[in-house]
């Protein structure tokens, strides 16, 4: 069984962002709407418990992600430990690679899977780290390898990222986790006709959203995620995956706001949005 918990379902920022007053950021100080932290995903097998979760991405707000949910905690058993596992990186950004510098006091070396794009992008990180626990690097593949217990996963590639697909062997289901996406590739539309859950890049609803908050901000397709609107809403919408879920939201997004019409559009099309605590099993 594969169980995947949602630490953190905002873009980079956060829902709100320290130094944004728009309509959602403003809400969410105001308690109307929830808070969200930062995209991660903690992924593992297991039914009730988890068992050697793997970060899929890393983000600034991972402590107090790992402090919110007791089954990422040290156990008891010894005095320094954890049960995280590694971490797997879609891409270099800061939102998705700084947690690792958080986990620092790591005694052995942090193991993680990118590829070698965003290894070289992150070797800054690499040179900080090699002060304390280090990383461990491993290279992803297209085809599948297996991460734990029964579940093996592989890399999609994509235009400065990569999309993972798990596969729990028993079952031979299929979870596609695809936070940064720039392009609606062949073999990401093969992922999508063959996945049982999708969670998917929900950055930006347009592809100039960000230009309505801060002026000459550049365009979601500038920024390598595919806008919603006129980008992955229909191929989310004709997917026959069980579960559709967007992920890594972005503060601007009019999504966030229950009974927008943008909500609204896709409530009508069967697709869920995450947040914060959100569990998936498969
Ligand atoms: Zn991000
Ligand atoms: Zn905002």
Redesign the pocket.
Known sequence: MIRIHILGSA??GGLPQWNCACVNCVAARAGKIDLQTQ?SIAIGAGSKEFQNPWLINASPDLLRQIESTTWLQPGRNASRNTPIAGALLTNA?I??ALGLLLLRQQEKPLVVYATDETRTALAWLDRTLARFCGIEWRMVSPDFQQLTGDIGFRAIELPHSVAFQFLEEASGRLTLVA??VGKFTHELSKAFADSDIILFDGTFWSDHELAAVRAGARSSREMNHLPINDGSFDFLRQSPARRKIYT?INNTNPILMPGSPERTQLDQAGIEIARDGMEIVL
């Open positions: 873009a980079g995209s950004d939102d998705h936070p940064a890594h």
